[in-house]
């Protein structure tokens, strides 16, 4: 009788750990195979990257020394039309398990890391898994009083590096050097300038936002009524920004402050 048969086998490596924007990043790399063959097994290599990013917002003390490294079985079968499981185990007790582009017929349960179903294709699949600690990677969690939509997090926003909180905005930097934000735009708060080069910092005051760019200037936009989103001209070497709610503090590389 043919089988159509589903196999993985994998091989991993080395892991590490270290430390990024008070946050603890670990990763570790398998090479894997997965087929879903009418009558035979083929061996197909893939590659899939385990990644955990713990967020420790305001606090710098690591909450893991390392990162999770997956200990799964490391050959698994199965046969099409026939139920499989497979179960992604892993060190450090991770939260939540990821699985993407897998076969027709099998998903994942994110909480328990079981990938279970019924394949109901043959073929081959290139599949990503993670394994995480706390809150996925690079996505931001807000919640409190929801005026204009503060705490609604953008759908799909994800590579979040650095979070700040205005009067009635939200501000997110991304690890492209891009900035995000929601909530009310009254004064055009959460309207980025357009053409606004690579952000390495931000801060949200009142009603205006500023953002550090990679030159060591700053540039803000939102309410002016205070002067609050226009820099003393040539300020330069500006390590740190930081926004109250109608006015703006930088601190220079040389460790004077300007306000």
Same mark, same amino acid.
């Given at each position: 009788?043919?089988?159509?048969?589903?196999?993985?086998?994998?091989?991993?490596?080395?892991?590490?750990?270290?430390?990024?924007?008070?946050?603890?990043?670990?990763?570790?790399?398998?090479?894997?195979?997965?087929?879903?063959?009418?009558?035979?097994?083929?061996?197909?290599?893939? &590659?899939?990257? #385990?990644?955990?990013?713990?967020?420790?917002?305001?606090?710098?003390?690591?909450?893991?020394?390392?990162?999770p490294v997956i200990t799964s079985a490391a050959t698994i079968e199965g046969t099409v039309g026939q139920p499989f499981s497979y179960s992604i185990?892993?060190?450090? $007790?991770?939260?939540s398990f990821g699985a993407a582009n897998l076969p027709a017929g099998v998903s994942l349960n994110p909480t328990t890391g079981v990938i279970s179903? &019924?394949?109901?294709?043959?073929? /081959?699949?290139?599949?990503?898994?993670?394994?995480?600690?706390?809150?996925?990677?690079?996505?931001?969690?807000?919640?409190?009083?929801?005026? $204009?939509?503060?705490?609604?997090?953008?759908?799909?926003?994800?590579?979040?590096?650095?979070?700040?909180?205005?009067?009635?905005?939200? #501000?997110?930097?991304? $690890?492209?050097?891009? #900035?995000?934000?929601?909530?009310?735009?009254?004064?055009?708060?959460?309207?980025?300038?357009?053409?606004?080069?690579?952000?390495?910092?931000?801060?949200?005051?009142?009603?205006?936002?500023?953002?550090?760019?990679?030159?060591?200037?700053? #540039?803000?936009?939102?309410?002016?009524?205070?002067?609050?989103?226009?820099?003393?001209?040539?300020? &330069?070497?500006? /390590?740190r920004i930081a926004a109250g709610g109608y006015h703006t503090v930088a601190l220079k590389s040389d460790g004077t402050v300007v306000a």
């Open positions: 009788m043919s089988e159509n048969k589903v196999k993985i086998t994998i091989d991993y490596y080395c892991g590490l750990a270290f430390i990024a924007y008070q946050a603890l990043m670990g990763q570790s790399n398998r090479n894997q195979s997965m087929t879903i063959q009418n009558g035979k097994n083929i061996r197909q290599n893939f &590659t899939a990257i #385990v990644m955990c990013l713990i967020s420790l917002l305001g606090a710098a003390t690591p909450l893991h020394a390392q990162a185990t892993a060190t450090e $007790s991770p939260t179903g &019924t394949p109901t294709t043959a073929g /081959t699949y290139t599949i990503n898994l993670t394994a995480s600690i706390g809150i996925p990677s690079g996505t931001v969690v807000a919640w409190g009083y929801n005026y $204009s939509g503060v705490t609604t997090v953008p759908v799909g926003l994800t590579d979040v590096t650095g979070i700040a909180a205005g009067g009635y905005h939200t #501000v997110a930097l991304k $690890s492209d050097g891009t #900035v995000v934000a929601w909530g009310d735009n009254g004064s055009g708060q959460t309207t980025p300038p357009a053409g606004l080069p690579y952000v390495t910092a931000i801060a949200a005051g009142g009603y205006h936002t500023v953002a550090l760019k990679s030159d060591w200037t700053e #540039v803000a936009w939102g309410a002016n009524w205070n002067g609050q989103t226009t820099p003393p001209a040539g300020l &330069t070497g500006v /390590t």
